[in-house]
């Protein structure tokens, strides 16, 4: 009896030349060649009498025919791996996969203690962690959960608040010794400062304030400013370049080192709000809800 579906890692392979946007990108990601990628790429478009992808000398896109194929095929994938998740963890040790996608400030700072303590309980789960600084699509990239920073838009998906982390204005003592400490937001104007550049907008993201009970969202300008790794403002200051806000809980060991200094205390008082999503309409594995109870209990 002949394999009706021996033809699925082709599938696969497609899926991957589309997510990593090149034939190339996906054979790093899966281990493998250009001209294999290639050839199960073209024996698929041979299986279906189609051409999936439109290549020419600089870049590739979809085909009508790819785009619905594409979609199908992620819908069927999507299908087998909730059959795996309804069978997983019906009884015996808790097993299977779950893939998270989280912020650097969280995944360097708040979430290595509370990993660690999830991989002693449930040694035989799978943890695919992507830190990165920016927003995944859960459905379209397959991730079960993902942490997010600040408001959540109306997106249907289900949110479960992890906390609300404190601001503060830091720079190096080396820094406020050469250039003084300010005192007003009119004087902080006046001081060189890290802005971030948030990879989802371009935009400078604001500063935070509190002064006399008004909420002040304030943007800093620099001709230095960085971008993708938000804790990169903080390196920074601390080499003396200049003033950053950032969180209580990202510069507490520098601080208590000595290595930053807290400013303007008197205008904080705001906090950003992290928050695990995930989306409502997909069965969550036994394995990413005992993760999701693990953070947001621990949390």
């Known amino acids: 009896m002949s394999r009706r579906f021996d033809h699925l890692g082709d ?7 589309v997510e990593h946007g090149s034939l190339t990108a996906a054979a790093v990601a899966l281990a493998t060649t250009p001209s294999v990628v290639s050839r199960a790429v073209a024996r698929l478009e ?11 000398t600089r870049r590739q896109g979809l085909t009508e025919a790819g785009r619905l194929y594409l979609e199908q095929a992620r819908a069927a994938f999507a299908q087998i791996d909730e059959a795996e998740r309804a069978i997983q963890g019906q009884g015996g040790e808790l097993s299977g996969r779950v893939r998270l996608s989280v912020p650097t400030t969280y995944g360097h700072y708040r979430l290595p203690p509370l ?12 943890v695919e962690l992507n830190i990165a600084n920016r927003n995944v699509d859960l459905v379209a990239e397959g991730f079960d959960l993902a942490v997010r920073l ?14 609300d982390a404190a601001l503060c204005v830091v720079a190096s003592p080396d820094y406020l010794h050469r250039r003084g400490e300010p005192r007003t937001l009119d004087e902080l104007a006046a ?12 935009r400078i993201a604001q500063w935070q304030f509190r002064q006399d009970g008004r ?6 300008d620099s001709p230095l400013q960085v971008s993708d790794d938000v804790l990169g403002v903080v390196s920074l200051a601390e080499h003396g370049l200049g003033l950053c806000q950032s969180y209580d809980f990202v510069v507490a060991q520098r601080l208590a080192a000595a290595t930053l200094v807290e400013t303007l205390p ?3 008082g705001r906090a950003r709000a992290f928050s695990l999503i995930y989306a409502p309409h ?8 005992a993760l999701i109870d693990a953070l947001v209990g621990e949390s």
Not at 11 to 17: C, D, G, H, K, Y
Request: charge should be positive; hydrophobic fraction near 40%.
């Open 115 to 126: 990993l660690r303590r999830f991989a002693e309980r449930y040694p035989r789960v799978r």
């Open 282 to 289: 997909r069965r969550l594995s036994a394995a990413s809800r």
């Open 11 to 17: 599938v696969e392979t497609f899926i991957a030349v």
């Open 215 to 220: 909420d002040i969202d304030w943007t800093p």
């Open 46 to 56: 041979q299986r279906l009498g189609a051409q999936l992808l439109r290549r020419t």
């Open 191 to 202: 001081h060189s400062l890290l802005p971030f550049q948030m990879p989802s907008t371009g």
């Open 150 to 163: 600040g408001p959540l838009p109306d997106s249907g998906l289900a949110a479960r608040k992890l906390e």
């Open 266 to 268: 008197h205008l904080r």
